[in-house]
């Protein structure tokens, strides 16, 4: 409950009154937003809410919610003739002022803009700031697709989840209690999230069976969607051969085809709005159409005709492909080139209903990369990005990393496509220079069966501001953290300060410990991608090299020398990145390969020295986080503050492992002192 003082100058609200046809429908949206705000507003503000329909009597405490279509009246509400948030797919408009003769209103464009408009109310009377007297606001979101991707097996793990076992298998099947899958919709939708892809890409075909559908997805699907969530299924390109009985999963086999049909069409039985298909083909040794001698669209379009048949139902088909045993002794190799090389030229040749989903940076979410170029090249054909909310490679879950900046940073980076302003958030929008109606953002997420959800209770800043920024692409990091902290940890003011400035030293921090001036996450490459393994990196066919020897380091990505990687970029991009003396100190390493003694702009530090020195700073930041949290305690609930305490105390000490094996590692290597004398004795 929100302070008896900020409480009373908040709208007295005693009665939610919920419009039209789906007040009645358990099922939809509306109904949920209802009774969220019977329960969120009885719970804020400490006082009784009663839930009403059309035919009860309005108050100046009532608050009237509904699609717009549900409103007899529309008088004071934006009209079509001004832009308005309500002409947007999945819009709402607030009006929280009420007279004698006029209540509160909450307006839909749809459904699910009823239950995301009820959700902001509930957010800003949380944090004290809706009173009697605030203007009306709407809100829509910038994309269609707001998706989560989790990457859980039928057995019950989870592929890089560190948050505990799945919340939807076990065993082999669907679990009986969907209680958490009911919380975990809720949560998404709370945050403006309408999409999630139930099982890992890694997939497992047994999924289709019809059993499988029938008791398990189905119930998936009817659980989540109340909240204005869809499902989607990861396939296994191979499903034809390996579950169907044919002798081929060959694309173009008109069996085949008949097969995908079927079993569409029985998917759809089950889940009749259906979200879409996700697909990892010809990666990381999964079966594709490349296996079959046909191209990545037309393996694409097979997904997409079954499909299409149905309903608005997307393929979303990854470009996340890659040859896992480059070469690494032919020096024009390069793993960041392959979602270009693979799909730049089919730009055009997929279906209207097949978006390429493309991870943020050209390699694998690591502490620091360009963004990927592939989000540059194709035009007709429509992309969306790939964000990790899962710390796969940014401590697991083990360390507090709060992400925003780093999603912000690619967000607002300008790729210069036909030598024009091309903010990514700006390509992925309909109103951006490819006006692909079909693109936006997804994420994996991992959550799990613990407490936590993801593991650490501060990760789930991370997954909160995923979703406020698949809405609001703009918006500011810090400002969606303090928020966060306001409507899950406190209102009180020293506590978001406190909480707000830790988590932003925390990527910063990460970076400088773990890998520098776009070296990559220096993690162990072979199988865990946790904890400090400089050498791992090299000498295997998984292509995130540094090539690191005793005189110099980093990927020469120049057309001049190197692997060419630098020219996938529109020209003005291409030409910065071309040139050690104009590409960033950050990303120094990841396009050229310079001596250890090569000075940086930004310093005038040796690249060696820089190393040093960054991996002291990061490591000594990451030693305050333990005293920094230690000042909240008894200002936050006991129990999160103690999982958080005993988290921070070991980061700290990680770090200091992190520290002491890379700048050892390249002490070793370079032979050269640290100015400092911190690494030269052991
Ligand atoms: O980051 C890598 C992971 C794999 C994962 C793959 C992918 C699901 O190490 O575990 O497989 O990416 O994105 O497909």
């Known amino acids: 409950p929100l302070p008896a003082s900020t409480a009373a100058n908040s709208p007295a609200i005693d009665t939610v009154v919920v419009l039209g046809e789906e007040a009645r429908d358990e099922t939809s949206p509306v109904a949920t937003a209802g009774r969220e705000l019977v329960d969120g507003i009885s719970k804020i503000l400490g006082r009784a809410v009663a839930l009403g329909d059309a035919s009860s009597p309005r108050t100046s405490s009532t608050l009237v919610i509904g699609t717009r279509d549900a409103f007899s009246s529309l008088e004071g509400v934006p009209s079509s ?17 009420s007279s004698s003769s006029s209540s509160a209103r909450i307006l839909g464009h749809d459904a699910r803009g009823v239950l995301y408009g009820a959700f902001a109310y509930l957010s800003k009377l949380a944090q004290g700031e809706l009173s009697v007297e605030s203007a009306a606001w709407g809100s829509a979101p910038q994309a269609p697709v707001r998706w989560i991707n989790q990457w859980d097996n039928m057995d019950g793990s989870i592929e890089r989840g560190y948050g505990g076992r799945s919340l939807f298998f076990e065993g082999g ?40 559908l029938r008791d398990g997805v189905k119930r998936v699907a009817d659980t989540m969607r109340p909240y204005g969530v ?12 390996t579950l169907g009985g044919l002798a081929t999963s060959d694309p173009l086999d008109a069996a085949v085809v008949e097969w995908w049909t079927r079993t569409t069409q029985l998917v759809y039985h089950y889940v009749p709005d259906l979200l879409g298909y996700t697909i990892k083909a010809n990666s990381e040794g999964q079966p594709g159409p490349l296996s079959y001698g046909r191209t990545l669209a037309e393996g694409a379009n097979l997904f997409a005709r079954a499909l299409a048949a149905h309903g608005d139902g997307l393929v979303f088909y990854r470009a996340f492909v890659y040859d896992h045993h480059l070469r690494e002794d032919n020096p024009k190799n390069d793993r960041a080139s392959a ?8 730009d055009g040749a997929f279906l209207d209903n097949v978006v390429v989903q493309v991870k943020f940076g050209p390699i694998d979410f690591q502490v620091r990369e360009p963004v990927s170029p592939l989000l540059a090249r194709l035009r007709k054909t429509k992309a969306a990005i790939e ?55 997804t994420a994996v997420v991992n959550v799990g069966r613990d407490t936590t959800w993801l593991g650490h209770h501060l990760a789930m800043a991370n997954l909160y501001a995923y ?53 990559q996450t220096l993690c162990d490459i072979l199988y865990t991608h946790y ?11 998984w292509g995130q090299w540094t090539r690191a020897d005793a005189t110099a380091l980093g990927m020469d990505r120049t057309v001049a020398t190197g692997t060419g990687f630098a020219g996938q970029y529109p020209r003005e991009v291409a030409a910065v990145y071309e040139d050690p003396a104009t590409t960033p100190d950050n990303l120094l390493l990841w396009f050229h390969h310079v001596p250890y003694t090569h000075p940086l702009k930004s310093s005038g530090k040796t690249v060696i020295q820089h190393f040093y020195d960054a991996h002291y700073e990061g490591a000594a930041t990451v030693q305050t986080f333990p005293a ?49 004398q911190r690494v030269n004795n052991y």
């Open 81 to 97: 003739s001004s832009p308005s948030p309500l002409d947007h797919s999945d819009g709402y408009w607030i009006d929280p002022s």
């Open 173 to 212: 099947a669907v679990r009986d209690d969907l209680a958490r899958v009911k919380e975990y919709a809720r949560l998404m939708a709370s945050v403006g999230l309408n999409g999630i892809v139930i099982n890992n890409v890694n997939a497992n075909a047994s999924l289709l069976s019809e059993a499988s």
């Open 230 to 241: 869809r499902i989607g299924l990861a396939l296994n390109f191979d499903a034809p051969r």
């Open 339 to 346: 979602a270009v090389d693979f799909f730049a030229h089919l």
């Open 387 to 441: 964000f990790m909310v899962a710390q796969e490679y940014m401590g697991q879950q083990t360390h507090a990393v709060y992400l925003a900046p780093q999603w912000q940073e690619v967000l607002s980076f300008d790729l210069r496509v036909d030598g024009k302003p091309s903010l990514v958030r700006d390509i992925l929008s309909p109103a951006g220079p490819f006006a692909w109606p079909t693109t936006g953002y």
């Open 467 to 519: 979703g406020r920024l698949a809405w609001a692409p703009a918006s500011d990091a810090r400002a969606l953290l303090d928020e966060w902290t306001r409507l899950t940890w406190s209102t009180d003011a020293e506590v978001v300060a406190a909480v707000g400035s830790l988590l932003m030293d925390t990527w910063p921090a990460y970076e400088g410990h773990s890998g520098n001036l776009g070296i």
């Open 531 to 541: 904890g400090p393994s400089p050498a791992s990196q090299d000498g295997n066919g």
């Open 628 to 676: 920094r949290w230690a000042r909240l305690r008894g200002k936050v609930d006991d129990a999160r503050w103690a999982h958080v305490a005993f988290k921070l105390a070991y980061q700290a000490g990680h770090a200091l492992v992190w520290r002491d094996s890379v700048c050892r590692f390249y002490h070793a290597l370079s032979g050269i002192a640290d100015d400092k």
